[in-house]
């Protein structure tokens, strides 16, 4: 199943690449270039160091934003599922952060926090932090009752339910949520660097679109895609080897 699943994933890609290459051939456009051009931008940029020193400064913001949003997150998460009251405070923020316009807080945040780090980690924040822990929250809450009521027949402690019963039967879940919520930030830390001050890789796409260099312009997305895809990846095979056989779903799907 595995090897199938891997030689599906080969075909379904030179699919998808074979696609790029013809549509860039026809051309469907002047400014969309064909696979093979993309991809000798994209060795090139890679060879000379451009890329490297570009997610150097990408993966800054996105570092500590994804940190911020899981530890904050996660606690935020346990909070509300533990608690009716705190659902009805703080569940409405948070759904209102995730449908919200990204785009348009950022001038919000520009003028409060500067073009610096700061607003750039407070755009992940916001991408991340509300699936992280609606997800967690929603695990919470989905414990199985008779779990906690063998716990409670054995004589143990709220502290004791929550850390022995409700947080390990949750995992599975969080963990997921934590996978979606990094998905999340990657959006968020291209989008700040679109959006905000053009550094790392956000300002190979602008500057390479303003020359009409439309191979790196398409390199560049293609190198976040690919690093994104590989990243979600490791942390699926990760959440498979740490909950295998008790991995549940999202609570967000």
Known sequence: MTRRSLWLKIISAAVLFG???????????????????????LFRMAADGTLLTAYVE???????????????????????GLSARF?????????????????ALIPLLV????????SKVFVVCIMAMPVIVLNTASAVRNTPASLKEM????????TMIML??????????IFSGLRLGVSAGFIGAILAELKITPTGVG???????????????????????LLAVLFLNFLERLEVYLFEGNVRGYASD
């Not at 696609?19 to 931008?41: C, D, H, K, L, N």
């Not at 990408?58 to 530890?71: C, E, H, K």
């Not at 659902?87 to 785009?103: E, G, H, N, R, T």
């Open 164 to 173: 022995r019963i409700i947080i390990p039967a949750a995992s599975p879940v």
């Open 111 to 118: 003028m409060a926090y500067g073009i610096g780090l700061t």
């Open 151 to 158: 716990g409670r027949s054995f004589l143990a402690s709220d």
């Open 19 to 41: 696609a790029w290459q013809i549509a860039g051939m026809i051309p469907v456009s002047y400014a969309f270039p064909t696979f093979f051009e993309s991809m000798a931008a």
């Open 58 to 80: 990408t993966l800054r913001p996105l570092v500590v934003g994804v940190g911020i949003s899981a530890f904050l997150g996660i606690g935020l998460g346990l909070w509300i």
């Open 203 to 225: 300002d190979i796409i602008t500057y390479s679109r303003s020359i009409a260099d439309y191979p790196a312009m398409y390199a560049a997305i293609f190198s976040i895609i």
């Open 87 to 103: 659902d009805w405070l703080f569940s409405p923020i948070f759904i209102v952060m995730q449908a919200a316009p990204l785009a």
